[in-house]
């Protein structure tokens, strides 16, 4: 019988640093920030089906949070003033991440890519697929603040910069999507408190 790498590939994530160009009080890799990611995710589509008589797909949600910077087990975490120096950078590093996504999936069983590839196609059209995708967009996004929150309250001045630019995005993302405001609002003033203010 064939055997499989795309499962030992992916279990490589917990190797990816994140924010390798920034000093960091606690370093944080791929695996965690996904599940993370897969959390928000699934909170953003549980608000919008609630709250907004959204028909979204929280489960999915979670799933393509775990999966969404797994090409960087590949192509490594480019940071983001890089990634997102100019359009031409931009467009080359997402060809990238496409030829990465799909060298995962040839590590997989032919019979099973399809499924997989439901997590990693972005090219869908149906409305409320197209919108929990960016609501993991903003998770990944929300997901990034709190790593600034908890760095900035551990002492940490290096995470100033990107946590403004952070929120700005975050507050643009607002507008349309009502889900992460809720989230903003509710959610993230507990974080960087301490344990016992946590269970009071």
Do not use: Q
């Amino acid at each position: 019988m064939d055997k499989y790498t795309f499962f030992a590939t992916i279990s490589r994530m917990k190797y990816i640093e994140r924010w390798a160009l920034m000093r960091n009080s606690r370093p944080e890799n791929l695996s965690e920030h996904a599940v993370e990611v897969a959390m928000i995710a699934h909170a953003l589509c549980i608000i919008g089906n609630v709250r907004y008589g959204r028909k979204l797909d929280g489960e999915k949600a979670a799933l393509i949070g775990i999966y969404h910077d797994a090409s960087e087990i590949i192509t490594g975490d480019m940071p983001t003033p890089v990634k997102y120096f100019n359009k031409e950078i931009t467009g080359a590093y997402k060809s990238l991440e496409h030829i990465a996504e799909n060298s995962l999936l040839e590590r997989l069983p032919e019979d099973l890519r399809p499924a997989f590839d439901e997590i990693f196609n972005r090219s869908k059209t149906d409305e409320n697929e197209l919108y929990m995708r960016k609501l993991v967009k903003a998770a990944d996004k929300i997901s990034a603040l709190i790593k600034c929150i908890e760095e900035e309250n551990s002492g940490n001045r290096e995470f100033c910069t990107a946590k403004e630019s952070t929120l700005r995005s975050l507050e643009e993302m607002k507008e349309n999507y009502p889900e992460v405001g809720d989230f903003l609002r509710e959610f993230l003033p507990p974080y960087g408190s301490t344990l016992d203010e946590l269970a009071l």
